[in-house]
C-alpha cells in the first residue's frame, strides 16, 4: 500500500527556474527521505529529514516537513537539464522499519 | 564496494514459466527489500528481510511470487508460474540498519512475461 503520495504527478520547468513538489503520508514516522530515479535506473537518495527536524538543505535542495499537516516539500533550487527525472518521497513508519514509496513526480527541465 | 547488484537486467520470458531474480546486498547491510515498479501502481515493496529472515511478505502478490535469503550476501525473488501481469522492473535495495537510514537501490530487473 502506498504511504506517500507525491503532488504535482508531472512538472515542467525552464531551466534556472525553481522546482517545488510535495508529499503527503498517512501515518506517524521516523524520517521521510526523497530520492530521485533517471529513466531506466535504480532510485538514488538524496535527503533524509527526521521526524523532530522542520527543514533541512543540501546543495541546491531544500526539504521541509510538516509532522502535523502529515506532508514534505522538496525544493530544487535554479534546476538545471541534469535534474530531469522522477522524484520519490519515502517513509519508515514508527511501527516498522518498512521504507514506502510514494508514486513519485516527473520533473522536466526545459532548456 | 560495487553497490547492489541485481541479474540478470532484461529477462523476458514466457506465460508459466519460472522466473528467477537475483540479488547480492552491500556488505554489512543488515536490510534487503524487493520492491516492484510499475506505471499504473508505482513502487510497491513485496517483501523485506532483516538478517536474512524475512520480516514483512504481506505485499507478496500471490503465492506464485516467493523470495529466500539463504545468506547474508545473497537473495531470489521467483516467480512460478509467471503471468504477463508480473510484467514490470523489479527493484532489490539494502540498507545498513532501520530508523533511519538510506536505502541503496540496484540497476533492477526489467522483466517481461509474453
Known amino acids: 500500500s502506498q504511504q506517500g503520495e507525491e503532488d504535482p504527478q508531472a512538472l515542467s520547468i525552464q531551466e534556472g527556474e525553481n522546482a517545488t513538489m510535495n508529499c503527503s503520508y498517512k501515518?506517524?514516522?521516523?524520517?521521510l527521505q526523497w530520492y530521485r530515479q533517471n529513466s531506466g535506473r535504480g532510485l538514488v537518495h538524496l535527503i533524509l529529514?527526521?521526524?523532530?527536524?522542520r527543514e533541512k538543505h543540501s546543495g541546491r535542495l531544500r526539504v521541509t516537513l510538516d509532522t502535523s499537516k502529515k506532508s514534505s516539500s522538496l525544493l530544487i533550487t535554479a534546476s538545471r537539464a541534469a535534474d530531469t527525472a522522477s522524484y520519490f518521497c519515502?517513509?519508515?513508519?514508527?511501527?516498522?522499519?518498512?521504507?514506502?514509496f510514494g508514486k513519485g513526480t516527473r520533473l522536466h527541465i526545459l532548456p | 564496494d560495487a553497490g547492489v547488484i541485481q541479474s540478470p537486467r532484461h529477462e523476458v520470458t514466457e506465460m508459466g514459466q519460472e522466473v528467477t531474480l537475483r540479488c547480492k546486498p552491500i556488505?554489512?547491510?543488515?536490510?534487503l527489500f524487493w520492491y516492484r515498479q510499475t506505471m499504473m501502481r508505482g513502487l510497491e515493496l513485496l517483501i523485506y528481510f532483516n538478517n536474512n529472515v524475512p520480516i514483512d511478505d504481506s505485499g507478496m502478490p500471490e503465492d506464485r511470487f516467493s523470495a529466500k535469503m539463504p545468506n547474508a550476501s545473497f537473495s531470489t525473488l521467483k516467480i512460478q508460474p509467471s503471468e504477463p501481469r508480473d510484467s514490470a522492473v523489479y527493484f532489490c535495495?539494502?540498507?545498513?540498519?532501520?530508523?533511519?537510514?538510506?536505502?541503496?537501490f540496484g540497476q533492477g530487473t526489467r522483466l517481461t512475461v509474453v
Open positions: 556488505s554489512g547491510h543488515d536490510y
Open positions: 535495495a539494502s540498507s545498513p540498519w532501520a530508523g533511519g537510514t538510506e536505502a541503496f
Open positions: 529529514i527526521r521526524s523532530n527536524e
Open positions: 501515518t506517524s514516522i521516523n524520517n
Open positions: 519515502a517513509t519508515d513508519a514508527r511501527r516498522d522499519d518498512k521504507i514506502i
